[in-house]
């Protein structure tokens, strides 16, 4: 893969705190922003009492709060709206995500419209810039997964034309990152492996997208080193404190990459199973990630060579083919034993799905992440792996 250009911008959040235990400071970070928080959330996050801890760090430090926990599914539209309006009537000037990459993609937009006005969707494609400074925010990820925390887009889903709208500009690049290990603890298994592969997706596709760069080269070889040594770990034993430490590195680090080097096929057909089939992204990328690595293998085979010599645990000499196929068959492998099933397996009615098929690929080529894959599909290409990833078998 050729890279022509020779100077590069690297965004990433003006803080990052990382460690076990860092979620204790929120309030010492948040004091130095503003007086009155509004944190966005879920149901989940509330019931397992993350959300009043944070009241009670926060109040600590003097600061006023008010809590958002309709996040109930993947960030729609609606979400924003409903965020904003608490925002503007509770005279908010903080915004604390606590949660997935739901109710940190759903802060970012919130922390964006505030300031620079308009419809959460006016932004896609720089449309509209966001000129004025966001709402300082300070994104807290639940699980090691989306690397929301650490990128500078956000996907929002339009609920009028059912389509996720990917939205990168450097405004929705939270101020802060505070990434506390302990709390992927309570991510039960299922959700542990989607999340992990997602991470892991995000890191491949940097790698191999043909926007990658040295900067993003380090953060995402390391970033596939730690997942693919840590994910079945901490699949198998969700209490293993050094391993859940590794994958929110891991998560982290590949967020930062793809941020800076962008995702490409897997990101790009993804977004349209989640708009059309509510199913969740993490998930969605898993199921897709094996078939895609087939299909584009021949386009990156020496950048595959690298991934698959993390897989490569005897260390035995092999060709950069035979590594690139083992980097395959291990994350098949690894999908298959963590039950990640395929689109039909997840339930998705097969005349609906295939009917559907031309409108996911049409908005998966829009959305542009194709065409920073190794090997760009055709429309009719995109259509045929569409079909593939219905029924593949890990």
């Known amino acids: 893969m050729i890279q022509t250009k020779t100077i590069f911008t690297v965004h990433s959040p003006g803080t990052i705190v990382y460690g076990r235990d860092s979620f204790e400071e929120v309030g010492e970070y948040a004091k130095k922003l503003g007086s009155k928080a509004l944190i966005i959330s879920d149901p989940i996050m509330d019931s397992l009492g993350f959300i009043k801890k944070c009241h009670t760090l926060l109040k600590t430090q003097g600061i006023d709060v008010v809590s958002y926990i309709g996040v109930t599914t993947e960030p729609d539209d609606t979400y924003v709206a409903e965020g904003l309006q608490l925002l503007q009537k509770e005279n908010c000037d903080i915004i604390i995500s606590v949660g997935g990459g739901s109710c940190i993609d759903t802060a970012k937009a919130i922390a964006v419209v505030a300031t620079n006005g308009g419809y959460i969707g ?11 400074a966001p709402i300082p925010h300070i994104a807290i990820p639940t699980t090691a997964g989306t690397g929301s ?55 491949i596709e940097s790698y191999l997208s043909r926007l990658a760069h040295p900067y993003s080269n380090v953060l995402a070889l390391s970033a596939m080193e730690l997942i693919v040594n840590n994910i079945i770990r901490v699949y198998e034993h969700g209490d293993d404190v050094d391993a859940r430490e590794a994958m929110s590195l891991g998560s982290m680090q590949a967020g930062l990459s793809f941020s800076n080097a962008s995702v490409a096929l897997v990101h790009g057909m993804s977004r349209p199973i989640g708009a059309l089939f509510h199913v969740p992204h993490g998930i969605s990328n898993a199921m897709l990630l ?26 035995e000499r092999l060709s950069q083919e035979e590594l690139a196929q083992l980097a395959i068959t291990s ?12 689109l039909k397996q997840w339930g998705i009615e097969e005349h609906a799905y295939y009917q559907a098929i031309p409108k996911m690929a049409e908005d998966a080529l829009a959305s542009g992440s194709p065409g920073n894959n190794p090997k760009i599909p055709t429309l009719e290409e995109l259509m045929e792996l ?9």
Request: glycine residues 2%; proline residues 5%.
């Open 122 to 132: 006016d932004y896609m494609k720089m449309a509209k810039v966001a000129a004025e």
């Open 149 to 203: 925390e650490a990128t500078d887009a956000t996907v929002i889903t339009n609920t009028k034309s059912d389509v996720k709208m990917m939205i990168k500009q450097p405004a929705f690049m939270p101020t802060i990152a505070i990434v506390d290990p302990i709390l992927t603890i309570t991510s039960p298994p299922a959700i542990t492996a989607a999340t992990g592969i997602d991470a892991l997706s995000h890191a």
């Open 290 to 315: 094996p078939a895609v690595l087939d299909y584009s293998k021949d386009a990156c085979i020496e950048r595959l060579a690298d991934l698959g010599q993390f897989f490569n645990k005897t260390k």
């Open 331 to 342: 994350i098949k492998d690894m999908c298959k034993y963590m039950k990640i099933g395929n």
């Open 386 to 394: 569409y079909k593939i990833a219905y029924t593949y078998e890990f």
